[in-house]
């Protein structure tokens, strides 16, 4: 599969005040992160609250720009297709259906907004195009004309698809596009998702720190911990034969249910560390439970294994044949 959007070395860092003297301090958000979406996959990106899957999205969307490094949309920096060029071709559902409908607008002026914004069709022509959508996502035609209060959780996730499918898109950045529905309405909207992805072709990023769904829904999983991919790999081997012990502990673990909601329980002992003052070497290395004396000084490179991807020293194979297993003990 080729590449349909790519990011090299993307990174968005965000400076922030912090303590009694306003200290100015570096957030890096997103850490160098590189990461090919591959025509026609379910790229799926987990990790803790706090990782940077949301600034990284947002990336993706082309709502952020970079501090430093690139996004390219079929070869073409995303920079230089502009927010509509963008808005065209890749698409967001978000987490909350209930804040991200504009109260005030009826159903069918949601749907359509982004092709008069694009100045796209007749109103006649966008009327149609409208109601074909709501069918599509599963919607009786006569709630065209109701406003978003008269509607169910799950019903207005299903309008925010229909908006962002309007437009026709190729890619679809779900950001935990079920989080904020009852646990039996979010099988429905992952199945909608899965069903509109075979019929139209689409591409979906799905994020989520619902590893559970992340493994029904995703064809390929990256790992983000800190800012940074740890691990990418097809889901079926990642989950049967994680590779990077981050994310071991993540799948032996029970997040929260909450994204945003603090720290998460991962059977490491440790807290998640500070992001704006990050551990040196391997990010990880203070909760890991396999580390050794260089994790706490070498930055693990990204190493490949056939299709799949992992940035730990364990697996790195020119620093396993030269070093010999150390655990040390903090
Ligand atoms: Fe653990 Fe070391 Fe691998 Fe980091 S590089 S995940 S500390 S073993
Ligand atoms: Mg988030």
């Known amino acids: 599969m080729t590449a349909l959007l790519e990011a090299q070395g993307l990174t968005r860092s965000f400076g922030v005040s912090q303590g009694m003297f306003k200290a100015r ?11 090919d979406i591959r025509k026609g996959e379910v790229l799926g990106i987990v990790g803790e609250s706090g990782c940077g899957k949301s600034t990284l999205a947002r990336m993706l969307l082309g709502l952020l720009p970079p501090t430093a490094g690139k996004i390219a949309l079929d070869g073409q920096d995303i920079h230089t297709l502009g927010r509509k060029g963008m808005a065209r071709r890749v698409q967001p559902v978000f987490q909350d259906p209930y804040s991200s409908l504009n109260p005030r607008r009826t159903i069918a002026s949601i749907v ?16 149609k195009k409208t109601l074909d959508i709501l069918d599509k996502v599963g919607l009786p035609q006569r709630f065209a004309d109701r406003y978003p209060r008269e509607l169910s959780g799950g019903q207005r996730q299903r ?22 529905l ?12 899965m069903d509109l992805r075979r019929e139209l072709g689409l591409t979906y990023v799905f994020i989520s720190h619902n590893l559970a769904v992340v493994e029904h829904i995703a064809t390929r999983v990256a ?34 249910p909450e994204p945003g909601a603090g720290i998460p329980e991962t ?9 704006l003052n990050p551990p040196p070497g ?5 909760r890991c439970p396999e580390r050794m004396a260089q994790c706490s000084t070498i930055t693990p490179r990204f190493t490949e294994h ?8 364990l697996h790195d194979p020119e620093l396993r044949a030269s070093t010999p297993r150390n655990v040390v003990t903090l």
């Open 159 to 180: 309008v925010a698809i229909a908006r962002a499918l309007v437009m026709n898109p190729e890619i679809v950045v779900c950001d935990e596009p079920t989080s904020a």
């Open 223 to 256: 790992v983000m911990y800190l800012g940074r991919v740890v691990e990418l790999a097809e889901t079926e081997a990642l989950f049967k034969a994680p590779r990077h012990p981050y994310t071991k502990a993540l799948l032996t673990s029970v997040l929260t």
């Open 182 to 193: 009852d646990v039996s309405v979010q099988s429905q909207i992952l199945n909608l998702l």
């Open 306 to 313: 056939g299709r799949d991807a992992v940035a730990c020293h």
């Open 25 to 35: 301090r570096t957030l890096h958000a997103v850490n160098g992160i590189n990461l």
């Open 282 to 286: 391997c990010p990880f290395h203070p």
């Open 267 to 275: 059977g490491l002992g440790l807290a998640f560390p500070d992001p």
């Open 112 to 127: 359509s907004l982004p092709l008069e914004v694009h100045g796209i069709g007749t109103a006649a022509e966008r009327r």
